[in-house]
């Protein structure tokens, strides 16, 4: 019998977005305040290695914390669960006969190891904001964990596909 795909995107929460926003602005400040300082300040002035050094710096923090404020996931349930986070390249898929349990739960940041994609004891857990999750326990591989809209809706598409009951 065939299924119909489950999928919901899961947006970061206000933590995740406030502190992207406070990684950019605090790299262009700095930015700004190291181009506004007079040579004059200076012992030697810089040298071209020294402002390449703070333009990639700059860009890289700057990519972080737009990548923080433009994140999102992706949870899907069809031949397989997908839960994918963008733009981090974040990718893990698992086929629902491998699932050998798949629970509700409710995440922090304290008990998933904080905010973001972390590894914790035993397995995976991708948390973008506190709330409802699922916990999957995987066969022969680590467990994920991951924050998601309505929990009930993906344990039951798990089931339905062949994901072992509690």
């Known amino acids: 019998m065939s299924y119909p795909a489950y999928e919901e995107t899961v947006r970061p929460g206000r933590v995740m977005t406030v502190i992207g926003w406070a990684v950019i602005a605090t790299a262009v400040g700095i930015a700004t305040l190291v181009l506004a300082v007079p040579a004059g300040w200076q012992d030697q002035p810089p040298t071209a290695s020294d402002v390449g050094v703070l333009v990639v710096t700059l860009a890289v923090t700057v990519a972080l914390g737009i990548g923080s404020v433009l994140m999102r996931m992706t949870v899907r349930v069809d031949e397989v669960l997908e839960v994918r986070v963008r733009p981090w390249w974040y990718r893990r898929r698992v086929a629902p006969e491998q699932v050998t349990s798949a629970e509700v739960v409710h995440m922090t940041g304290g008990n998933s190891g904080g905010l973001g994609i972390r590894l914790v004891p035993g397995g995976t857990a991708v948390l973008l904001d506190g709330g409802p999750g699922v916990q999957v326990t995987i066969r022969d591989a680590r ?17 339905a596909r062949g994901a072992a009951a509690d």
């Open 143 to 159: 467990s994920l964990r991951f924050r998601c809209n309505d929990p009930e809706a993906v344990v039951a598409a798990l089931r």
